[in-house]
């Protein structure tokens, strides 16, 4: 019995596994080519316009035609992925920021009056409490007034005082001292003083009640809201007087 050759046996099945082997990376290797081909058509941007003589460019980038219009990349599929808008001038540039700046401050204004609105239904939650602020803030200012006319009568006092001194001298005011000279200017002085004090204190009440009207204006708005159902506009939402 002759035993095959085990050699050579097993360098023909070798020789077939790196046939197979072979096969395997030339395929491999093709269908790597094959992809780098073809992917940069698969992700690439599409780009499409009417430009101003009215006709439709499509370009795998942005379009120098259309820089003033609006251009709309698409989707491998057609649909429209976003919308490019037209590049602005420096005016418009300027214009668009300005519109953008001003709707900020009108967000931020109209927050504020938020804000202080609910600061003031928190602060007067009905009428009373108003009505009890205004009468202690008047009678505050009431108290300063008695204490500058209290001041003036006793200024007043002192200047009868003065004024009996001052008699000893009737026939010949000049040869009255310095000294009760300037008593009686600076007695005057004080009278004066107090009196611009208590025309200022009857201003500050005016300009009180001014202050206490606006908001009792505007309080009524916010009460009759926060009473009204929920369906109407939020207390939050009246504007403050200009």
Known sequence: MVLPNCTVTGKVAGNRLQSMDRKKIVRLSSLLLIAAVFA????????????????KITSDRPIPECLSKDQKELNPSGTV???VKPVMTAEEQRVADQKLKSEAEEKARIEEERRKNRALLS???NRAAHDKERSTALAQVDDVILAAQKRIGELADQRKGINEELEFYKKDPSKAPASLRRQIEDNEKSVAVQKRFITDQDDEKKRANVRFDEELDRLRKLWAQAAAPTATATPTSVPAKK
């Open 40 to 55: 940069p058509v698969a992700f690439a941007q599409i780009f499409t316009c009417i430009d101003a003589s009215g006709r």
């Open 123 to 125: 602060r007067y939650p």
């Open 81 to 83: 992925k976003r919308v």
